[in-house]
């Protein structure tokens, strides 16, 4: 038996195979649909799956993001986390 390579996601490959992958790929042959994952993608899981997420700068005094970054830290949390609480906090109480 060759020798194998293991993927990033864990999926062991032969020699061979790769080298008949690559030749299907300078062929222009592509397995599955487009769209469609073969291998999923390594990540953490999306925050809102059914939402997309945009980012929102603001300006903030020096010395309130020090506050926002200290508090976050004794939460245990992200500066973006912090954040995304504050904001759902008074979106629920409005």
């Known amino acids: 038996m060759g020798k194998e390579y293991i993927s990033k996601g864990g999926h062991v490959y032969t020699g061979e195979e790769l080298e ?19 291998i999923k993608p ?3 899981p999306q ?3 059914n939402d ?7 300006k903030v ?5 020090e506050q926002m ?3 976050a830290e004794a ?3 992200t ?16």
Request: charged letters at 30%.
């Open 20 to 38: 008949r992958m690559g030749e299907q790929a300078e062929r222009g042959e592509y397995p599955g649909e487009p769209g469609e994952w073969l």
């Open 42 to 44: 390594q990540g953490r």
């Open 47 to 49: 925050l809102y799956p």
């Open 52 to 58: 997309d997420l945009v980012t929102i700068a603001v």
């Open 61 to 65: 005094p020096r010395n309130w993001r």
């Open 69 to 71: 970054d200290a508090r």
């Open 75 to 77: 939460g245990h949390m």
């Open 79 to 94: 500066r973006s986390q912090y954040v995304r609480a504050l904001l759902l906090r008074d979106m629920q109480t409005a």
